[in-house]
């Protein structure tokens, strides 16, 4: 059956569990950002497809079904492309993590391209496109996501030369300079070059994507605009006055469009006031046994910051002991699923750094950090949003960050602290938040003492205006935004 709508993004929008011999598809449970915000798009739009990889043994691969549907999800079918675990290390764990990861983030000196798999990369994204063409009709639209696929739209391009191509890019978009270290640095621009549309969570990342391609390529500039006034133009660290929104080369037109995806306000709140999560979110709180609390939610990853969050936090308790005894850190901290060295070692730098902390301060009745390595689940995620005073999300580098907002959402506006990086994307839709450096110590320090001391009438002045902004420029905004651009020949 062909579809109006598909959507190709590297993981399934599932969980695949076995009981009584038989294999049911249930809608996925992490709190992962991404598949539930495009889970969302598909729910309130078009029936269509989701293309993604599974990783087959060859063992697995004389009964595997490509194509499967998922519980309670009757609005899109899922075709899985089958990858054998060598594909798999070498195009997600190696050259997308060891090459793309570094450069996407500006930390050159983490990138390697020697381990790097190029061919395997190539001949993936081929399956992808080959995959979507099947499903497509001549006037449908194919919506790519993230890195993984950046070679996607010039193999659908090739095949299809007539079709709608839609991408949209999830983490920052470097300046051109860092960019340009990678060595398939033209191959993947050509790529993006073969879409209608380019899309990016804010405008500097969007002037970072044409810099760079003016760097490599012969383009005309046909359109340019001031940035919105809900998006942040100047004072912060990613903050752009104006930006590219309409470019042609080689006699196409290729829009290019900064909309950061939102959260979904309304599902977040259905969780908190299930009746479980009410229990659940009084559990927690007397967890707490009265200490002020601080929240900080992600994965072991070097570019989220938990080091400097944590070391932060030492110093705060040295250098203000009436705090002991009357704080807590939780910081969800999920270990990597796989080996390599440099998520292991930063790993290994946070349990170290936990159990200095509890080690130098604990005492019978007060442990100061908690940390929890095995994802938590979305409901408790969100109690623990809910319950804690202060949001400490300060990667030093971030696309965006669904964090931030779904605290926001989570204290519906009443009150609440949140210490937010300048380098997130999310950050120049908030400005209310208290923005800090996170490469800096000082400021770091700073920020967690505003923090502390912050009146409750200031809290619920700047939360309330946080609150406006994400309950407004939601995942219905962000999916309406992306429908505009083909809104004149769109069918359902």
Known sequence: MKSSLIILYHREPHDEVIENGTIRYIPHKSPNGIIPTLKSFFANNFQGTWIAWKQVSEKQRSDFSEKVSVENDENYHVFRIPLSPEQVKSFYYITSKEAFWPILHSFPYHFTSKSSNWSNFVEINCLFAEAACKYARDDTLIWIHDYNLWLVPYFIRQKKPNIRIAFFHHTPFPPADIFNILPWRESIIDSLLSCDLVGFHIPRYSENFI???QSLRSIDIVEKKQVPKHLTSMGTALAQREFTTKIKCNNQIIK???????TNPKDILQVLYSEYAVKRFRKIKESFHGCKTIIAAGRVDYVKGNTQKLEAFDRLLKRRPELHGKIKFVLTCVRAATEIRIYKEAQNQIEQLVGAINGNYSSSSWTPVTLFTEPVSLLDLFCYYKAADICWTTPLRDGLNLVAKEYIIAHEGV???????????AAIELPQAILVNPYSSELMDQAIDE???????EQREKMAKMYEIVSTYDVQYWANRFLHHFSNNLKA
């Open 415 to 425: 009150n609440g602290v949140l210490i937010l990086s300048e380098f997130v994307g």
């Open 451 to 457: 923090a502390l001391g912050m009146p409750e009438e």
């Open 256 to 262: 290019i469009d900064a909309f950061p995806v939102g």
């Open 211 to 213: 810099n760079t391609i």
